[in-house]
C-alpha cells in the first residue's frame, strides 16, 4: 500500500520519511515497549524534521485519540479496522495533519477492505481467512482490539492462494485469531476442513499450516486433516494455557484439560508424527500451587516441542482484570522459572531423536552461517545445511546431524 505512494523500506529510521509501528496489546508488557519505543523516536521529530510517526494495530486500537494526546509528535494513530484507509491518512500527514481513525467494521462491508497483498517475494505466505474472536476468555483483550469474529468468502481466500502459487509460493499458513471457527457464523460458506482441502488442491501449493487454533473448535472433522490432508504440516499450535480445570473454569475457556487432552490423543492418532506446540499463562488470579502442578503434569504427558510462556499481566476492560490478584510477583516468577526449565529439557529430549533422520525442508534463504542454507523441516523446525542459493524455493531432503534449542542442523 505504501508503495503505492510512492514509499520503499529503509533500514535507516534516521533518514526515513516514515516511521510504522505495528503493535501488540495482549500483554502488558508488549504494550509498555510500545511506549518505550515511541519515546526513542521522538528524537527524529527534533528541529522541525518532517517525518511521519504512525502507530497501527492493537495499541492503536486500544487507545485512539489517547495516543494523539498523550504523544504529539505522533501523526497517525490507524486501527485494526482501519488499514483502507492508510494511504489517505498519509497523504494527509504529509501536509501537516494529524488522525486517529479507529472504527469497528462489524459487517460484511469488511470483507470488502482486506489489502490486496503484492509486491512481496516469498516462498511461505500468511493468507486471513478470518478476523476477530467471539470467545472472550477473561483474561484475554483481543476481541476489543480485533472485533468480532468474521470470516472471508472462501472464494475469495482460494483467489489469493491461486495468486500466491503463481507468483512461486509454496507454503500458505492460514491466519486467523480463531482460525479454526473460520465459516461457523456464516452458514453458506466451507468449514474450516473443507477450506484446508480446497487449499490442498491448488497446483504449486506443496505444504499448509494454521494458526491459531482454540482447542473447543478443534472438531473431529478437522482432526481428519491430519490423516487425509498430506499437504497439511505435522505441526499444530494448540494453546492449553492452564492444566488444571478450576483455572481454565476461571478464564472462560469452554474446555477442560480432560478435553484438550483427548484432542490431543485423537491427532496424535491420525498423524503420530505430529508435534505440538502451545501458549501457557502462570499466576493467573486464583492460581493455587496445586493449580500450578497441574500444568506441569499437562506439560509432561504433552511435551510440546516449543512454548510461548507468560506471566498473566491483566488487560483493561477484561473480566479478568477484575479478579483480586494477591499473589506476590516473585511467586509468579519463580513458577514462569520452573515451567520454562521443564519447556527447555523437552525441547531438548525431542529435538535428539531427530537426528539421523531425513526432513524435506523448503529452502527459503540464507542459514545461520556463510555457505547455509535454511528452510522449515515439516515439523515447523527451522533447518540449517550447507547449499547456495540455487536451492531456494525447492524441498531438499535434508539428513539432521545436530540438534539446537531452536534449530536444526543437517547435510543434504
Do not use: W
Amino acid at each position: 500500500m505504501l508503495a503505492d505512494l510512492g514509499y520503499a523500506p529503509t533500514n535507516n529510521p534516521a533518514a526515513s520519511d516514515m516511521i510504522l509501528l505495528n503493535t501488540c496489546s495482549v500483554r502488558g508488557g508488549a504494550e509498555e515497549k510500545v511506549y518505550r519505543r515511541l519515546a526513542n523516536l521522538r528524537i527524529y521529530k527534533r528541529d522541525g524534521k518532517k517525518q511521519i510517526i504512525a502507530v497501527g494495530g492493537c495499541v492503536a486500537q486500544q487507545e485512539g485519540d489517547g495516543l494523539l494526546r498523550k504523544l504529539p509528535y505522533v501523526d497517525l494513530v490507524i486501527g485494526t479496522h482501519n488499514l483502507h484507509l492508510l494511504p489517505e491518512m498519509v497523504r494527509g500527514a504529509e501536509q501537516g495533519e494529524r488522525r486517529s481513525e479507529t472504527t469497528f467494521i462489524d459487517n460484511d462491508q469488511r470483507l470488502d477492505l482486506f489489502p490486496a497483498i503484492k509486491g512481496e517475494s516469498r516462498l511461505s505466505r500468511f493468507v486471513t481467512v478470518m478476523q476477530g474472536c467471539d470467545n472472550f476468555c477473561s483474561y484475554c483483550i483481543v476481541p476489543y482490539v480485533r472485533g468480532r469474529e468474521i470470516s472471508r468468502r472462501s472464494a475469495d481466500v482460494l483467489a489469493e492462494v491461486r495468486q500466491l502459487a503463481n507468483e512461486g509460493v509454496r507454503e500458505v499458513i492460514l491466519l486467523g485469531q480463531n482460525v479454526n471457527s473460520y465459516g461457523l457464523k456464516t452458514g453458506h460458506e466451507p468449514s474450516f476442513a473443507d477450506l484446508i482441502r480446497l487449499v490442498a488442491e491448488i497446483d504449486g501449493i506443496d505444504r499448509i499450516r494454521f494458526t491459531t487454533s482454540h482447542p473447543k473448535d478443534m472438531s473431529d472433522e478437522l482432526i481428519s486433516c491430519f490423516g487425509d490432508v498430506p499437504k497439511l504440516s505435522s505441526q499444530i499450535h494448540l494453546p492449553a494455557q492452564s492444566g488444571s480445570n478450576s483455572v481454565l473454569t476461571l478464564m472462560g475457556r469452554g474446555y477442560t484439560r480432560e478435553s484438550y487432552l483427548d484432542k490431543v490423543r485423537k491427532l496424535r492418532a491420525m498423524r503420530p508424527d505430529i508435534v505440538f506446540t502451545g501458549d501457557i499463562i502462570v499466576g493467573f488470579p486464583g492460581e493455587t500451587d496445586v493449580d500450578f502442578e497441574q500444568t506441569l503434569s499437562l506439560m509432561e504427558e504433552i511435551r510440546y516441542i516449543d512454548l510461548f510462556s507468560f506471566v498473566y499481566s491483566p488487560r483493561p476492560g477484561t473480566k479478568a482484570a477484575e479478579l483480586p490478584d494477591d499473589q506476590p510477583r516473585a511467586v509468579k516468577m519463580a513458577r514462569l522459572d520452573r515451567l520454562m526449565e521443564l519447556q527447555r529439557r523437552h525441547t531438548r529430549e525431542l529435538s535428539q531423536p531427530y537426528i539421523g533422520s531425513t526432513m524435506s525442508v523448503l529452502v527459503e534463504g540464507e542459514g545461520k552461517l556463510p555457505g547455509q542454507v535454511s528452510g522449515k523441516a515439516d515439523i515447523g523446525r527451522i533447518v540449517n545445511f550447507s547449499g547456495d542459493s540455487s536451492l531456494v524455493g525447492l524441498f531438499v531432503d535434508v539428513k539432521i546431524i545436530k540438534a539446537y534449542p531452536n534449530s536444526l542442523l543437517g547435510e543434504r
